[in-house]
């Protein structure tokens, strides 16, 4: 898909002469090579936990992510660098009817295929799909963009206007690029879950703890479709080590329920362990 749509976007740029469309054609070069970026590395994510890798191969999603926004620089920059020298020497814009279609067609097939990968993503949990979803959906909106500014360009004569756009898309890139390294390198560095997340699992130990007496030191992490969720659970020191299990399972359970792909560690303490803060159990 993603070649079809940059031979669609090159021809546009070769019927015209538009550097702002010689961008948008760039940028879809980089989402050919986002996408098989993407495409190992949910398969690799899926890899089930061996000795090596105890924690399962989760976060190869994130190296994915990183590598698309290291693409999506360089290609701002070499954007730039082109609409840069058009600045210094203007050339005129062709107006094809032809070529105009041409890119509207390759916008539309982004776009469907940018709205499939984000419910994908979402539905799978997978920061790949997510991060190529929405990389998608920013180019076609710089698409949009160039396509006015093209038509402008050619009907006023006015040949600065596309390389000011070019350079207009390529900051939009350079932004989408910049999104996609934070939300990454916040996975890699084991970021928590947002703090809507965190309140629900709160509550859900607060009302499925039945038989202990608190819940402290609750932390989280990300990795790729897996949250890890760990915490201290404290209940009376003669309780059985039987019975405390069962409030474990019974526990995991319900957080399982409620957080999709949750890995859940409980470790039990006695009442003198107590904090008297974190999550009290109803």
């Known amino acids: 898909m993603g070649l079809v749509v940059l031979g669609l976007k090159y021809a546009a740029f070769l019927l015209t002469g538009s550097v702002a469309l010689y961008s948008d054609a760039l940028e879809s070069i980089i989402n050919v090579a ?3 970026a993407a495409l190992i590395a949910v398969r ?3 890899i089930p936990a061996d000795e090596d890798h105890p924690y399962g191969h989760s976060k190869a999603e994130y190296f994915s992510a990183v590598i698309e926004g290291v693409l999506i620089v360089l290609a ?11 600045l210094l020497n203007p050339r005129e814009v ?11 067609l390759a916008s539309v097939i982004n776009g469907v295929w940018a709205s499939l990968l984000l419910r994908r993503g979402r539905l799978w949990r997978s920061p790949a799909l997510i991060a190529d979803g929405k990389h998608l959906f920013a180019d076609v909106i710089s698409s949009i963009g160039v396509l006015v500014g093209v038509v402008l360009a050619a009907i006023t004569g006015l040949a600065f206007l596309d390389p000011i756009l070019a350079i207009l898309v390529a900051l939009n890139i350079l932004w989408s ?3 996609l390294l934070r939300d990454s390198v916040g ?7 947002p703090l809507e997340t965190m309140q629900r699992i709160r509550e859900t130990i607060s009302a499925n703890a039945q038989g202990a007496l608190e819940a402290h030191d609750v932390r989280t992490r990300i990795a790729g479709h897996t949250t890890f969720i760990e915490f201290h659970l404290i209940v009376s020191g003669e309780l059985s080590v039987l019975a405390a299990h069962d409030i474990c399972d019974h526990l995991e359970q319900a957080l399982k329920n409620e957080i999709a792909g ?8 006695p009442e003198n362990k107590a904090k008297h803060r974190g999550v009290i159990v109803i």
């Open 44 to 46: 690799v994510s899926q």
């Open 34 to 36: 986002a996408a098989v």
């Open 177 to 179: 690029g910049y999104g």
């Open 187 to 193: 996975g890699l560095m084991d970021k928590a879950v």
């Open 262 to 269: 949750a890995v859940i560690t409980i470790h039990i303490e």
């Open 76 to 86: 701002a920059f070499s954007i730039i660098r082109e609409a840069y020298l058009a």
């Open 94 to 104: 062709k107006l094809s009817e032809v070529a105009l279609l041409v890119s509207v």
